[in-house]
């Protein structure tokens, strides 16, 4: 609603006092393309204030006319409807009466107006103009003026506001004047001579214009001069002479050149330029004379002397030598003063004499030999020739990738030699065929191994036509099966429910040391028991759980580091005499210090907050001290030992984990052996609790929250019981072995065996890993697309085996079960039912 539309009814009329405090200057200059900002303020201190209206006078229907454009009522600006279309989205109001125009144009050039209501109304008009820079106009000036001349010239200068125009010269005003100033000399001499600046400016800009008077008169203080330093050029260079002239009105027309005294050239050019300067044609003395319209300046004379450089007149060549051969080189130049002569090889002096002699070569003379000559004159030039010398071959090098492999196997042959000519390199097998040829300094071939023969000595040939060729030789060793190991056991190692194979290391361990054993038993044709013995030397191993008066087949298997040895096969037969087993009530009377379940401490953790889900327990029987098997769990033998006082400890490398026999959430139940245990020499087998790879710190505190309350239970047939545990972390894959040895092993080919839970493909790609050729290695992306393809082969059988057994659960949940066991967490799958 426009304000001025309301209309105010009161019982009294109050004598108002709204006036403006503030208007704009009239007019107001503002710059092209900114924003313009007219400030009027106002006061009212009877509070008669009814509003502000803002007006630009545009054309109308009847000539010039206000429109109204924003306007201010009950405390906030509004846009009125009215507004010119030249102004919408460019006003706006700050502060309590500030018109802002936005990017102004010549277009803005118009009054604008504040009406300020209260009791009555009171208008404030200004004149907003767009400020222009000064535009300079001058009169017409002469190319130049005679001494002693009338000048008058007159600068005109438009713009908004009025421009102030003056004559400046050397930084001082000669005459000024409002949009206009005229500059007269009178009787103009060359004192007055030079530049004249027309000033212009208003408060938009100052603008400049230039001219330059000229003086005429004839050229004076005149010198010649040469671009050669000291007057001395160098025969072959470039010359160029210069005639200065320090003041001429009008400017030099001509430059006249003469050489004793004859004319050489006549132009506008004040230098005079000398290509390929001859001694015979161009010593001498120069001179100028300058000239213009008012005659000739004085001349001015400079001497010139010229200098002639060395030349090199024989030049050295290359040449080939046989070692002890004599060497000769010659350089020879030209020039005054006479040149001297230097030879260098490899920036070391050798001589200062036109012909080098060396009188008998050898490897270190080949290379680039250098002359430098010079007198002093100009640069110094130089020459080269190259020596070189030939020396028959001699091998550096020859290896293989490996020089212990096995059939089917791929090795690589490097043989570098040096020699000149570059020798021609062969490879030969050992039955004397060739393999490869090459001329280079390098060669390499791949040796496909595929039987006994090709396994021997492999011979590098480097010939290249001089006496005499290299010869080296590379032994690849053959890696076999290794031969059978020797049973040794007896009857001290055969008891009622365990037996001890003894055995000795084979006589051949076919190429490679024996890195592990595999011993089989066996009851009949059935496989009872096997373990993988990696810890050498051992060379012994204890079955327990065995039948009484049985016969038993014992198989024990010598692996180095590639293959596996026939079995050595041996026959035992189990004792038939049991001796008596210690029941519980014995162990609970071996000491009666010792503490039941019930006299815990009460600041030991409640198992009842523990973070992890309840353990599973399964009834396992292990062996005895006497090796014998317990008929039950509830004649379990115990270790006599008091569980508070005892070393629980046990070193890692003696427990083996067989097989994984059940899971939790964070924990897992392994079956496995122990040896060595505290009052159990021999080995027992024993249920292994254990955490996951993934299990956080959370579930590792659980797990030693669990282990000392176990360790304060007394023995009981009905709950399982604490043998040891391993809480140290770390462990060597190669036990009781010292580095130096692993690192023989390594580098004879040895390669860790597969471990049991390895699947054989797996084991596979990691043996083409560990290939001692490089370029025989898979590539990482080769290696990662394997390993996809199995985890996608292994992820379609599990999910087939999830359908079909799963028949009548909706797939969604199979989906769900399949998702749980890709992320290991077949203990979650259990506590939700499945």
Known sequence: MDYRDVEVSLGYIVEADVKFTKEPSDPTYVNNGTNAKLVWDYSDTNNAFRGILF???????????????????????????????????????????????????PKDNTKFQCELTGSSTHRSAVTLI??????????SIQKSYL??????????????????????????????????????????????????????????????????????????????????????????????????????????????????????????NREHTINNVLRSQHYGVYKCVPYNDFGDGPEATVPLDINVPVQLKELPQNITVNTSTPIFLTCDASGFPAPYVRWTKSRKTLSYKKKLHISSSKKSDAGEYMCTVGNGVGQEKSARAYVTVQYPPKIQIAIASSLTSWVGQTVTLKCQSDGVPTPTLSWYQPDGDEIKRATNKEIKAKVALKDSGDFGDYKCVAENGLTPPDVKIVKINQIKKPSQASIISTEADVHASSLTVRWTAPADDGGSPI?????????????????????????????TGLERDTNYTVKVFARNSVFEGDAAVKTLKTNGAVGRQRTYGDERNADDNEIELKDLQSSLPDPSKFTQPPG?????????????KAPSATAVDYAPLRPLTRSWEVPRDHVTVEKIIGKGAFGQVAKGTAVELRGRPEATTVAIKMLKSNATESDKRDMMK???????????????????????????????MDRRKIANLLQQGYRMPKPQHVDDKLYRIMMSCWQNDPD???????????????????????????????????????????????????????????
């Open 706 to 736: 669990e282990l000392e309350t176990m360790k304060q239970l007394n023995p009981h047939p009905h709950v399982i019981k604490l043998l040891g545990c391993v809480t140290e972390s770390g462990g060597s894959p190669y036990p009781r």
């Open 515 to 543: 890195t592990a054993y595999r011993v089989i038993i066996l009851k009949g044709d059935t496989k009872k028991g096997s373990v993988n013995i990696t810890g050498l030397p051992k060379t012994y191993h204890t079955f």
């Open 147 to 268: 001494e002693g001349s009338f000048v008058t010239i007159s600068c005109i200068a438009s713009g908004k506001p009025d421009p102030d125009v003056a004559w400046i010269r050397s930084g001082k005003v000669k005459t000024s004047g409002k949009k206009a100033a005229v500059l007269i000399l009178n009787r103009i001499n060359r004192a007055e001579d030079g530049q004249y600046t027309c000033r212009a400016r208003n408060s938009v800009k100052s603008s400049n214009r230039h001219i330059t008077i000229e003086v005429n008169y004839k050229p004076e203080g005149v010198t010649l001069t040469t671009s050669a330093a000291h007057n001395i050029v160098t025969q072959g260079d470039n010359v160029t002479l210069t005639c200065h002239v320090t003041s001429a009105k009008p400017r030099v027309s001509g430059y006249r050149f003469y050489l004793n005294n004859l004319p050489v050239s006549n132009s506008n």
């Open 776 to 834: 025989a290695r898979p590539t990482f992306n080769n290696l990662k697309k394997q390993l996809k393809e199995m985890k996608t082969l292994h992820k379609d059988i599990v999910y087939q085996f999830l359908l079909s057994v799963f028949q009548n659960i909706p797939q969604a949940v199979v989906d769900i079960m399949l998702e749980k066991i890709e992320s290991d967490d077949a203990g979650m799958l259990a506590a939700e039912g499945f």
């Open 616 to 628: 599973e327990y399964m009834d396992l029987i292990e062996t005895g001290r006497d090796n014998r």
């Open 55 to 105: 007006n630009v006078l545009v054309d109308g229907q009847n000539g010039k006319e206000y429109k109204p454009m924003l306007y201010k009522q009950n405390g906030s600006f509004k846009i009125h409807q009215n507004i010119p279309p030249l102004y919408k989205g460019r006003v706006r109001l700050e502060g309590n009466a500030t018109l802002v125009i936005e990017n102004v144009t």
């Open 130 to 139: 767009i400020a222009e820079a000064p535009v300079i106009t001058l009169s």
